[in-house]
C-alpha cells in the first residue's frame, strides 16, 4: 500500500468516524438542538475548504472570490428546486439533480472568470477574484426572476415589472432571494459530499494534471519550458475548485427556508472564513482543511456557555493555530512525536527484544 493511499485512507476514516459520533450522539440527545443544526454546515465549509485548498495550495493562487461560486451553485440549485417543486419529481432525485446543475453551472462561470483572471498573478489575481464575487453577488440582489404559463421573466427592476399572468409565481425575488426552498440537506448527505469532494481532489493531486499543476506552482518558468500548457492545467484547477465549491453551495441553500445574498452569506467575509480554514489547517493539506473547517464552525457553538468571553476565546485559538502551524520548532515537534514515528520506535523495540 502506498503512502499516498494510506494517508487518503485515514482522511477517509476520520470523515467516517465523525459521522458515526455525532449520529450517535444525536440518537442519544447528548448535544443541543443548536449544535444539531451545525451539521451540515460544518459539511458546507469543510467541502468549501477543501475546494478552496486546491486553489490555494495545489495551485499556488489566492482566491479571494470563492464566495461568488458557492452563490452561484446555491441559486442556481435552488432555482431548480422551486421550478420542480410541484411536478412530483422524487425529492432525493429532484436534490441530486440540483446539486449537479449548481456544481455544472458554478464550473462554467470558474472557467469564464479564470479564462481571463488567472492570466493575473499574487495581489492582482485577489483583487479581481474578490471582485467577481461582490458583483455576484450584487446582481442577484437586484434580480427578479417569475414564471408563468408563457415562461420565465425576468427584470432588474421589481417584482411588477415582470408582467406576470395570473397563475404566475415569482421564484427570484431581488434583495428577499428565494423563499419556500426545500429542506432537502442532511448531516448524511453532507458527509456523502465531503466524501465525493476529497476523492475527487485528492485523485486529481495525484494524477497526471494535479502533478502538471504542483509543478507549474512550484516553478512556471520551468514548468513552461518542458512544454506544459499553464493556461490549461490552471484553468482544470480553477474550474474543479469552483464546481465543489457551487456543490456546497447547493448543500447550504437546501438547508435554509429563505437564501438571499446578504453579505454574511456569500459576502467578503465568507470567502476570508473560509480562506482561514485553509491556512490553519495548512495549505496544501486536505486533512487539515477538514480538521480546521470542522474545529473552528463548532466552536463559538461550544462557548455559548462563555457567552461572556466565547469571542476573546475564539480569537486566541485562531491565533494559537496561526502560530503552532506556523512555527518551525511545532513541525519538529509533531513529526518526532508522529503516530509513524510511534509505531516505528514499537517494532525497533520489539526487534531488539
Known sequence: MSKQLKSNL???????????????????????SLFKGLLVPICVYTIMAVSLNLTVGILGELSLGHAGFMCVGAFVSAFFSMCMKESGMNSIVRFIIAIILGAIVAAVFGILIGIPVLRLRGDYLAIVTLAFGEIIKNIVNVLYVGKDSSGFHISFTDTASLGLSSDGVVIIK???GITGTPNDSTFLIGIIILIITVFIVTN???????????????????????????????????????????????????????????????????????????????????????IAA????????????????????????????????????????????????????????????
Do not use: W
Not at 512556471?220 to 465549491?245: Q, T
Not at 455559548?304 to 493555530?321: E, K, Q
Open 204 to 290: 486529481f493531486v495525484t494524477s497526471r494534471s494535479g502533478r502538471a499543476v504542483m509543478a507549474i506552482r512550484d516553478n512556471r518558468i520551468a514548468a513552461e519550458s518542458v512544454g506544459i500548457n499553464i493556461s490549461k492545467y490552471k484553468l482544470m484547477a480553477f474550474a474543479i475548485s469552483a464546481g465543489l465549491a457551487g456543490a456546497a453551495g447547493a448543500l447550504y441553500a437546501h438547508n435554509l427556508n429563505t437564501l438571499n445574498a446578504l453579505p454574511k452569506n456569500f459576502g467578503y467575509n465568507m470567502s476570508i472564513m473560509i480562506l482561514v480554514y485553509v491556512v490553519l489547517g495548512g495549505i496544501g493539506s486536505i486533512r487539515g482543511s477538514i
Open 294 to 353: 470542522t474545529i473552528l464552525t463548532a466552536l463559538p457553538e461550544l462557548l455559548r456557555g462563555f457567552s461572556d468571553y466565547r469571542m476573546l476565546i475564539y480569537s486566541i485559538v485562531l491565533i494559537a493555530l496561526m502560530l503552532i502551524s506556523n512555527s518551525p520548532k511545532a513541525k519538529m515537534f509533531f513529526e518526532k512525536y508522529s503516530i509513524k514515528q510511534l509505531i516505528g520506535t514499537k517494532k525497533a523495540q520489539k526487534e531488539e527484544v
Open 10 to 32: 485515514i482522511t477517509y476514516g476520520i470523515i467516517i468516524a465523525f459521522f458515526a459520533i455525532m449520529q450517535t450522539l444525536v440518537g442519544t440527545g447528548t448535544i443541543s
Open 174 to 176: 431581488g434583495p428577499q
